[in-house]
């Protein structure tokens, strides 16, 4: 199983960017499909954006679909970019990894198929 450390968050003001880093230990992320969720206090965990490698495949929330993009850096590696962050967006991060084989249209938002966590990064965006 990977393991997942998240690193890059902190506090900005309205309209700055900030770039989350999700770094794997134990495996590489060439054999999984990495999400990102986010939790604010006393609301629910919501998927952010997720992608597959293996498949090319990329999804977004509709809240920050056009402002957030995932990329990686190399196979032990992935980002969260974030621009024009509105106070909405302050929430802990957190980075997600699945097995691959289990990723599809289906699965991409699912958090409970997302096998190994971060510990999470604090992102709070004032106004």
């Known amino acids: 199983q990977v393991q997942l450390v998240e690193s890059g968050g902190g506090l900005v003001q309205a309209g700055d960017s900030l770039r989350l880093s999700c770094a794997a230990s134990g495996r590489t992320f060439e054999a999984y499909a990495t999400a990102w969720f986010r939790q604010a206090p006393g609301k629910e965990r919501e998927f952010v954006g997720s992608?597959?490698?293996?498949?090319?495949?990329t999804y977004y929330a509709r809240s920050v679909e056009g402002r957030f993009r995932i990329s990686r850096d190399n196979i032990n590696t992935v980002n969260l970019q974030m621009n024009s962050l509105k106070p909405d967006d302050t929430a802990v991060y957190y980075c997600?990894?699945?097995?691959?084989?289990?990723?599809?249209?289906?699965?991409?938002?699912?958090?409970?198929?997302?096998?190994?966590w971060g510990q999470g990064t604090q992102v709070t965006v004032s106004s």
């Open positions: 997600a990894a699945m097995d691959g084989g289990k990723y599809s249209s289906e699965t991409y938002d699912h958090g409970p198929e997302y096998e190994s």
């Open positions: 992608t597959s490698w293996t498949f090319g495949s």
